[in-house]
Each structure stands twice: as C-alpha cells, then as structure tokens.
C-alpha cells in the first residue's frame, strides 16, 4: 500500500500537483579557478575578459550557465573549453557560493571548479564571450583581515582590497568577506581565487 501524508496523497499525487514556481529559484553557474606554475615556479591564474554585459572589457574566471539537462561539472567544462579552447582537464569541485547581490543580472549560484595543468601544454585561445585569455601572475599582500590583491599579465595589472572573514576552522568565508575595492575584476571571482589559493 502506498504511504499517503498529512493531507492524504500519496507522492505521485503529490508530484503532479507540485508547483515548481511556488519557490524563487536561483539561476545557476559554473567557475573555474585554473593554476599553472610560471618559470620562477610560482602559481599563475588563467582569466578571461569578458567580451559583453555585465563587466563588459573585465577580467574574471572562465565559466557560464548550466545548461538544462546538464551536470555543474559537464557545464564548467564545456565553458572552460568554449571561452579558452583547453580540455580534458581533470576538475576538482572547490566550493558553491550563492551570496546574495553577487550577479548584477540577479539571484545567481555557482559551483566552483579548481584544476592545475601544464602551461606548456597547450596555450589558451580566447572564444566564445571571451575577447581574450590570459594567464596572470598572482600576488597579494595581508595586513590582519585585510588582503591586497594584485594580478598582472604583461602590462595588465588588476587590483583588489578585500576584508577576509574567516570560520571557525580557519577557512576563509567566501558569503561574509567583503569587496572593498576592485579594479578591472568582474563579479566576486577575486573572492573565490583567494579561497582557491589557500586551497592550493
């Protein structure tokens, strides 16, 4: 016999009745946080820059919209390789972020993927929305809570000032840290590129 609840349906009346409109759902993305080593064997950043609104002519990390029917994983791939040309690269799921006010366009998640290659195996090629793909060379400097994030590429020099909010574990609290200011970085990636450098 099937099991009824409260209001005496069972779950495949419940499911036909089920109203998927009834909750606010967030629109959700897929990331990709991508090391390297440069020759002075230090860690470098592949980004992108975005090639249209929002953060038009920005910097940020390679990534996109799920796709209906489609995994976060298959998603950041797919997006890696139409914004860079690189694939076959093994990810590893870092991080889900979904602060509030995050995307300009509205209530927006994303799963965050962190994968390290080979620079010399094979050069990134800019496509898709992407107008260009660049590896940038990542410094930063901490005074108590506050970070200064400076990332460069040639003549390119990107800037950050964050206020670092951390857990109990020590971990940092990517919803409670704060942007303080940011120069030519797109969204919160500059963020989720520090928690990926610790993580790393």
């Known amino acids: 016999m099937a099991l009824v609840d409260s209001n005496g349906k069972t779950e495949e009346e419940f499911l036909r009745e089920y109203d998927r409109e009834a909750w606010d759902r967030p629109s959700l993305t897929a990331d990709v946080v991508l090391f390297s080593i440069d020759a002075r064997n230090k860690p470098v950043v592949l980004l992108i820059e975005r ?5 038009l002519g920005c910097w940020a990390l ?3 919209f799920v796709s209906d029917g489609e995994s976060t994983e298959e998603a950041a791939l797919r997006e890696l ?3 860079t040309g690189l694939k076959g690269i093994y990810l590893d799921q870092l991080y889900c972020v979904s602060t509030p006010g995050r995307d300009p366009r509205g209530w927006t998640a ?3 993927y962190m994968a390290v290659m080979d620079r010399g195996a094979e050069t990134p090629k800019a496509g898709d929305d992407a107008a260009k793909a660049e590896w940038f060379n990542i410094d930063y400097v901490r005074n108590g809570n506050i970070y200064e994030v400076r990332l460069t590429s040639g003549e390119t020099v990107l800037t950050a000032e964050l206020d670092v909010k951390r857990d109990k574990m ?8 704060k942007i303080l200011a940011s120069e030519g970085l797109a969204f919160d990636h500059v963020k989720l590129l520090l928690y990926a450098i610790e993580k790393l």
């Open 62 to 64: 390679p990534g996109g």
């Open 51 to 55: 090639g249209g609104h929002p953060y």
């Open 110 to 112: 994303t799963v965050v």
């Open 170 to 177: 020590g971990t940092i609290d990517v919803n409670e840290t």
């Open 81 to 83: 390789e139409e914004e």
